[in-house]
């Protein structure tokens, strides 16, 4: 029977993980193994994905996940499935498996990579499980005299702040939640290169008390990486609230790690910890880390390929041998990679893939499934002598499940939600915004009135007054957005907003944690695409960064409402409704095109877990939106800025001083952006296009209502009337005296002005989010393609209907 069948409220044994890659390897991590108990609790409002409830905690899957784990409804069935190892070692045993040489490596590799001459400067690393409690350690600990600094990798990011504790000055580090360590997702190759890499003095694992036990699989294999650390055993209160007792000193002396009690929201135990972190460092604590013990076939496979590196130098990978020869058991391709060098390789393979062979045959299951296996074997040991668990299953998590994914009122929720969100964002927003647009004008005019007349006195009014006004005018929105999304995030309705969306998302590619930032596209793209943070698996991140312009901004709607005004006065509201369902259409179309060709794999499982409500803090929301806020003036702010003076001085020289001051029209037409507008005519020209909306076009790249101002100055010699702008985009006529807006040329240019380059802020966002220039030249190049290729076929195939 496969998990997929398992009726609702049923319980039900695993049996077997089928499939391959990440996917497996993550429900593995996630603690779908032998054994172990699964319940089916609830079905999406559509059927789909299905939420369950497994080692105590709560994960969503997609029924075509779900159908890759096989299942029996009878606990005898796994006893005598045929699979070997299931005795579980005894904690006792472990005296056997200490590693000597392990507080030898710590001090040489200190000796190494000290920073500070005094030795007082300790670098620390925070791993754990996503929702562990990592960033709110992170920043109660940081505290107020911090320096947060955001450091972007390629596709995650880690926050550095620095503080002093006692004599020591302390460097942390807050890295993205992982399951485990392998090689297969984004955050788990960072976790582990900076691990490798950056070989931080200590780490502090940060565990959640209240899933243990899958919290603590990583924790494994950090032991097998030899990193020194302490535990953050987190969310303390949680613990002490169920009921269950957990005697974590006990566990703490069995794997001879110092295990400290915290509950990181409201900054308790933090002293305590950050006290054995020094103790650690200075060597106090003489206590080995404890090895995990594989079992019999598995420690028979590790030492045999342990081996095969006698006389190999592997000083330079900075990892263990065991961990190195479990990990190409495991088959990490990764690591497979870095050995990929050696003169021995081809014989360590061989035995590799002899020992996999040789696992599979005796244990009857593959390498990865035995080492997960043996992994969570272990902890359930380690745990059977040291917790007494009350049932910890969250009442008020369950009711209000009940409600906010029920069948009938799960999605008018939902929206209600969003509701609010867009209208807060938005419309509370507009207020700020229009001061802020007020103080801009201001600041410009007073510059006006009080400088002498010359180049540099427009560069400051124009160009840099009115960039950095671009900048700033997004920040209310920006700033609401994040008071809602670090609230949703903080509190848990996140991943159930991805729970009842993800089957309409999926359709179209995607994960349900996509629909927001579109969503937010409606508003403005530019928070939208640094909303797309939230979704964790890059491909589909990437997938809905690209398709968020094509969602139509609010800075469109006052070109749709002068045009369809003017021209399509009777059908403006369906013209209107068009444009928006067309965008719409086309994101659609290009995530399905996105996914076939270029992000082709899922390369994160929609495995997701559900963790249970908590409410958040204010600080934490505080911190959370001021982040994100810091980060869009500092990142996005500076090429907004950059490529507004740069439209400015092409709009602005050459200057003629034949002209006179009134005479802007003529200006523009010879500045430079007026003759690339003349010289791009000859591309225009198909779609019915003639320069004048050439340049407009082009300087709509700033900002698209900026397309309406320079419409105003070429048309009419005037910004701001838009009552003879109607009037003069209704005459104009080419030289041959046929008029130039032509139902079609205006459909054309309409849908132009939907899709094209999104603004200059869009493609430095998707610049920033996606780490690199190569995407947000394709989002450019792509979205102008195809602007164009959609106006001439409106143009083409509306000249042979008429
Ligand atoms: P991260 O994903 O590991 O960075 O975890 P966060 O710091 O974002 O925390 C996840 C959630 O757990 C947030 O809602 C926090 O407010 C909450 N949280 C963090 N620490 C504790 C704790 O010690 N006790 C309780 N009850 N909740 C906590
Ligand atoms: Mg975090």
């Known amino acids: 029977m496969r998990l997929s069948e398992l009726p609702t409220g049923e319980k039900a044994y695993i049996l077997k993980v089928h499939g391959s890659g990440a996917f497996r390897k993550r429900l593995l991590e996630m603690g779908f193994v032998r054994g172990e108990e699964v319940k089916s609790i609830l079905n999406a409002p559509l059927k789909d994905p299905i939420k369950y409830r497994i080692m105590g905690y709560e994960v969503s899957l997609r029924r075509s996940e779900a159908v890759m784990i096989e299942i029996s409804m009878l606990e005898e069935d796994v006893l005598s499935f045929p699979a070997g190892q299931t005795e579980k070692e005894e904690p006792d045993v472990l005296a056997e498996h200490m590693q000597p040489e392990y507080n030898r490596r710590q001090r040489r590799r200190r000796g190494h990579f000290h920073h500070d001459s005094s030795h007082r400067f300790i670098r620390v690393a925070l791993v754990g499980n996503p929702n562990s409690g990592k960033t709110s350690l992170f920043n109660l600990a940081s505290g107020a005299h911090e320096h947060v600094g955001n450091y972007g990798g390629v596709t995650v990011d880690s926050k550095i702040g620095r503080f002093y504790h006692k004599d020591y000055t302390i460097e942390l580090v807050d890295l993205p939640g992982t399951y485990s360590l392998s090689a297969y997702t984004p955050e788990e190759r960072y976790v582990r290169n900076y691990l490798v890499k950056e070989q931080p003095d200590m780490v502090i694992n940060v565990v959640g008390a209240s899933v243990l036990e899958r919290n603590l699989y990583l924790t494994t294999e950090l032991m097998d990486m030899g990193v020194p650390m302490v535990i953050a055993l987190n969310m303390y209160d949680e613990l002490e609230q169920s009921g269950s007792t957990f005697d974590y000193l006990a566990l703490s002396r069995m794997i001879g790690i110092p295990i400290v009690p915290t509950v990181a929201k409201r900054g308790q135990g933090i002293p305590e910890l950050l006290d054995e972190v020094i103790k650690k460092y200075e060597g106090e604590d003489k206590r080995e880390q404890a090895r995990i013990p594989y079992g019999r076939v598995l420690e028979r496979a590790i030492e045999l390929m342990e081996r095969e590196f006698t006389n190999v130098d592997i000083s330079w990978l900075h ?38 062979v040789y696992i599979e045959k005796l244990l009857r299951e593959d390498a990865e499934s035995a080492f997960a296996n043996a992994r969570y074997g ?69 510059i006006r009135s009080n400088m002498a007349n010359g180049p540099l006195k427009d560069l400051l009014v124009e160009g840099i007054i009115g960039g950095v006004g671009g900048v700033i005018v997004f920040l209310p929105n920006i700033v609401i957005l994040y008071l809602f999304i670090a609230f949703m995030e903080d509190s848990g309705y996140m991943a159930r907003a991805a729970f009842i969306m993800d089957k309409v998302m999926h359709k179209m590619g ?26 964790e698996s890059r491909n589909s991140r990437m997938i809905t960064m690209l398709i968020v312009p094509f969602m139509s901004c609010s800075a469109r709607l006052p070109v749709y409402l002068l045009f369809a005004g003017t021209f399509f006065s009777r059908y403006a509201g369906l013209v209107l409704l068009g444009l928006y369902a067309t965008g719409i259409l086309l994101a659609v179309l290009s995530a399905r095109l996105f996914r076939r060709f270029l992000f082709k794999e899922e390369d994160t499982p929609f495995v997701m877990e559900l ?64 003759q690339i507008g003349k010289c791009i005519e000859p591309v225009m020209r198909p779609l019915g296009f003639d320069w004048k909306i050439s340049v407009s076009l082009l300087s709509g790249m700033a900002a698209k209502e900026i397309v309406i101002s320079t419409m105003g100055v070429l048309y009419t010699g005037d910004d701001s009337n838009q009552a003879s702008l109607q009037q003069r985009l209704l005459a104009e006529t080419h030289a041959d005296g046929t008029p130039v807006f032509t139902p079609l040329v205006v459909l054309g240019f309409l849908l132009f002005v939907l899709i094209y380059f999104p603004c200059i802020a869009t493609i430095a966002a998707i610049k920033e989010e996606s780490g690199s220039w190569k995407w947000a030249l394709f989002s450019i190049f792509y979205s102008t393609g195809l602007a164009w290729m959609v106006a001439f076929l409106v143009h083409w195939i509306g000249n042979l209907w008429i």
């Open 510 to 535: 995607l994960h349900g944690k996509s629909f927001i930032p579109l969503l937010m596209g409606f508003g403005c793209n530019v928070p939208a695409i640094l909303s797309t943070r939230t979704i």
């Open 319 to 356: 990892l263990p041998l065991r961990y190195l020869c479990i990990k190409l058991l495991e088959g990490d391709k990764e690591i497979e990679e870095m050995i990929g060098g050696l003169s021995k390789r081809d014989e360590i393979f061989a035995c590799r893939d002899k020992e996999r």
């Open 611 to 674: 963790p249970p409500y908590r409410l958040p803090t204010f600080k934490s929301v505080v911190i959370h939106m001021w982040d994100r806020s810091y980060q869009y003036l500092k990142k996005i702010g500076g090429p907004i800025l950059i490529a507004s003076i740069i439209i400015w001085f092409l709009g602005y020289f050459p200057q003629n001083p034949s002209l006179a001051e009134d005479r802007v029209a003529e200006h523009q037409e010879q500045s430079y952006i007026g």
């Open 378 to 446: 272990f902890i359930e040991g380690a745990l059977k002598e040291t917790l007494i668990e009350k049932s910890n299953i969250h009442n008020k998590t369950r009711i209000l499940d009940a409600i906010v994914t029920n069948k009938y009122i799960g999605f008018p929720i939902f929206f209600l939600f969003m509701w609010i969100m867009f209208e807060a964002t938005f419309r509370l927003g507009e207020y700020p915004m229009q001061g802020i647009e007020w103080l801009v004008d201001t600041t410009g005019n007073f």
